[in-house]
């Protein structure tokens, strides 16, 4: 391994907490300038809301399997007023708030403010991020967004009712969502914040990547986890100006009388607005040219992580790993021309529509490269069942479900009979939950033991991993035979049409699923928190791998390495015949005898 010790940074930082005042405590676990507090920081925080999210997504499915019952224990406490029921008003509320949570609180900032933040400087072996203000802004800026959604869910009577989507002109007409006057508001100032911090985490992590590579890590020599940070960062970059001006523009329209979104002559509960002369489909097309990108910045950052758990554990090279970079930059490019494709129904020119259709199943070439490259892999590999391998491969397996049915939609024709029916609900289940959530799972199985310098349990871990696995596809695959017979989604009772009535007990099944889902999730909490204390303390590198994070301290002090690494190869050179260790750390000098140099027999 390699070598010059340095000195580590400025002393400060160094744990240890007795002698330490409350100014330095605020300024070592709060107001942290270090890249991995504040990428702990933002996994607590998104970790809470993703149990805000899943208790959210449990009411929508109580009311779709027990419409107007009442809900057990709960309904008292949360809505009195109506006897113990979710109005069909707060279930409008329920859908929005949950996908809200889910996509801006929870995937977003966990992949890039928590993986992206603790994991960039470490991979790179750089000693923090290029910009650590800008970083600690990066979360501190959240909270006015929690503050804001909050606010905007708990403002009674209902809370925002616009979907995560925020149509106009219901979600720009003042109250045309019963009691969703300040809520919308506060929604749209909330989304902004979010906004606001993934900007300046990707202005960041573009300049850390570019310019504080440790010396002899070129770019293709970065682990794939940096290439997707890489890459999504500059999907933030491009993206996220056009949402957060079209935000701007809806906040106006609400507030200060423009008409960007309203068109002419507009009635709404028997009332004119006053403003006009807008477009309602503008909202959509400025919406999802962000919003499309966005599912990227969803999974690209999971693609990456998974594919560095893949080789580890099948201890072998990752296969095609320039045509992996290739797709990853392949599927963003594409996704800046794809945006349409939610849009086929709202009336736009069919020639239009087909390149959009075109451009779509585009997108399945680049994604299927990475899964052949992530099953070539593993073939003939010496496979090791680990539970964050389990969890990366059960991301692949899901991603081809939720890929699939991503190309049957892209078909206009099809589209026009499924949109807005359950079967997109199973799609985006199956990118998301199945895929960039179970990913998250095993990435911090996976870089836990860096993090804490513990491990997590691995029998607790399979249990949890395969219970997930099994609710997860009792909820979600259920939904794609819900969707082909035309199962409405976001409304709150669909057995109003008699045509949907026999599908109530379908719906119960995933109910049930759904809360056995939740309920597993205990398993992981009570592995998380009790590992951090009591996990068996482990070195450097307990998996034998190759990236530089592996060999900083377990967990890395302040200044992160205690030498300066120097990188001599990329990092899936596992099972390598110049060593004799299955593995061959990208610090670690090749052999000094030119004999023993492993020579490529095509050059
Ligand atoms: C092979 C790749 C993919 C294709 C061809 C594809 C295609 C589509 C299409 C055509 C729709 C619109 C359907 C409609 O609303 O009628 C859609 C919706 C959606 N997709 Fe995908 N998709 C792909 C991958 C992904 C990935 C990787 C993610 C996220 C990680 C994702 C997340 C979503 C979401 C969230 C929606 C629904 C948005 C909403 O209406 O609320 N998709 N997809
Ligand atoms: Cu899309």
């Given at each position: 391994m390699s070598t010059t010790a340095i000195q580590p940074h400025g002393s400060h930082g160094h744990s240890g907490s007795h002698g330490m005042g409350v100014g330095e405590f605020v300024r070592t676990y709060v107001f942290s300038l270090d890249h991995k507090i504040i990428g702990l920081q933002f996994l607590f925080s998104t970790l809470l809301w993703f149990l805000v999210g899943g208790l959210l997504a449990l009411g929508i499915r109580w009311q779709l399997a027990y419409p107007w019952h009442d809900m057990p224990v709960i309904g008292r406490m949360l809505f009195s007023a109506e006897g113990g029921q979710i109005s069909p008003e707060f279930y409008t509320t329920l859908f929005t708030m949950h996908a809200t949570v889910m996509i801006f609180f929870v995937i977003i900032p966990i992949l890039a403010g928590a993986f992206g933040n603790y994991l960039i400087p470490l991979m790179i072996g750089a000693d923090d991020m290029a910009f650590p203000t800008l970083n600690m802004l990066s979360y501190w800026f959240m909270w006015p967004a929690f503050f804001f959604i909050g606010m905007s869910f708990l403002w009674?009577?209902?809370?925002?009712?616009?979907?995560?989507?925020?149509?106009?002109p219901l979600s720009v007409v003042w109250d045309a969502a019963p009691g969703s006057h300040w809520p919308q508001t506060l929604w749209l100032l909330g989304v902004t914040c979010v906004g606001i911090s993934s900007m300046l985490g990707s202005v960041n992590y573009m300049t850390t990547i570019i310019q504080m590579r440790a010396p002899g890590l070129t770019m293709f020599r970065l682990p794939l986890t940096i290439w997707a940070m890489f890459i999504t960062a500059i999907l933030q970059a491009f993206a996220l100006p056009v949402l957060t001006a079209a935000g701007f523009m809806q906040l106006t329209d609400r507030t200060?009388?423009?008409?960007?979104f309203l068109p002419e002559g507009l009635v709404v509960n028997n009332s004119l607005p006053a403003t006009g002369g807008g477009q309602p489909i503008l909202w959509q097309h400025l919406f999802w040219f962000y919003s499309h990108p966005a599912v990227y910045i969803m999974i690209l950052p999971a693609m990456g992580m998974v594919s560095d758990i893949i080789a580890c554990f099948a201890r072998?090279?990752?296969?095609?790993y320039k045509p992996m970079v290739y797709s990853i930059s392949g599927i963003a490019g594409l996704g800046f021309i794809v945006w349409g494709h939610h849009m086929f129904v709202s009336g736009m020119n069919p020639f239009l529509g087909m390149t959009f259709m075109v451009s779509t199943m585009m997108i399945a070439l680049p994604s299927a490269v990475k899964v052949f490259n992530w099953l070539g892999t593993i073939w003939g590999g010496k496979i090791q069942f680990t539970t964050p391998m389990l969890f990366a491969l059960s991301f692949v397996s899901m991603f081809i479900i939720g890929g699939l049915s991503g190309i049957f939609m892209a078909a206009t024709p099809v589209d026009i009979f499924i949109?807005?029916?359950?079967f997109i609900v199973a799609h985006f289940h199956y990118v998301l939950f199945a895929g960039t959530a179970m990913a998250v799972f095993g990435s911090i199985y996976f870089w836990f033991p860096k993090m804490f310098g513990r491990m997590m349990d691995e029998s607790l871990g399979k249990v949890h991993f395969f219970l997930t696995f099994l609710f997860l596809n009792g909820t979600f695959f259920t939904m794609h035979i819900l969707g082909a017979v035309g199962f409405p989604r976001r409304l709150a009772d669909p057995y109003d049409y008699e045509t949907f009535r026999h599908l109530l007990p379908m719906n119960q099944f995933m109910t049930w699923c759904a809360i056995g889902m939740v309920a597993t999730q205990v398993i992981f909490a009570f592995n998380f928190i009790r590992s951090i204390f009591f996990g068996q303390i482990v070195g450097r590198n307990p998996w034998g791998a190759n990236s530089l994070e592996w060999m900083a301290p377990s967990p890395p002090g302040h200044g992160n390495f205690d030498f300066q690494p120097i990188v001599y190869r990329g990092p899936y050179e596992y099972g390598s015949p110049e060593v004799d260790t299955d593995f061959y750390p990208q610090t670690q000098p090749p052999p000094a005898d030119p004999a023993k140099r492993y020579k490529d027999p095509h050059h």
């Open positions: 009674p009577p209902y809370g925002a009712g616009g979907g995560w989507t925020s149509y106009p200060l009388g423009t008409g960007f072998k090279p990752i296969f095609g949109h807005d029916t359950y």
